[in-house]
Nanobody, 111 residues
Framework: VQLQASGGGLVQAGGSLKLSCSTS????????VGWFRQAPGKEREFIAT????????KYADSVKGRFTISRDNAKNTVYLQMHSLKPEDTAVYYC?????WGQGTLVTVSS
């Protein structure tokens, strides 16, 4: 199973980025998908999750109101729209589906 995460990059504080996570239709179907992140020297932490139908989502307090998780089941893709980015959002961002993890995409927020 492969989860392809993309969209990371370097952005100034206050800026925006949109991450994507894609996989096969067989893997994507009927599964919730989550985003996690791991900053240097820190443990991996939960960011957001979205249900299969996209009607339920949950966020970590640290990103609530700034990040939005969404999905397009026709494209087998989950997105993480990030606004008002802060230097403390700098991390490698991973998508997760059941026991499977993407390779991660690096987000760097400069002050």
């Amino acid at each position: 199973v492969q989860l392809q995460a993309s969209g990371g990059g370097l952005v100034q504080a206050g800026g925006s980025l949109k991450l994507s996570c894609s996989t096969s239709k067989r893997t994507f179907s009927n599964n919730a998908v989550g985003w996690f992140r791991q900053a240097p020297g820190k443990e991996r932490e939960f960011i957001a999750t979205i249900s299969w139908r996209g009607d339920m989502s949950k966020y970590a307090d640290s990103v609530k109101g700034r990040f939005t998780i969404s999905r397009d089941n026709a494209k087998n893709t989950v997105y993480l729209q990030m606004h008002s980015l802060k230097p403390e959002d700098t991390a490698v961002y991973y998508c997760n589906l059941r026991v499977y993890w993407g390779q991660g995409t690096l987000v760097t927020v400069s002050s």
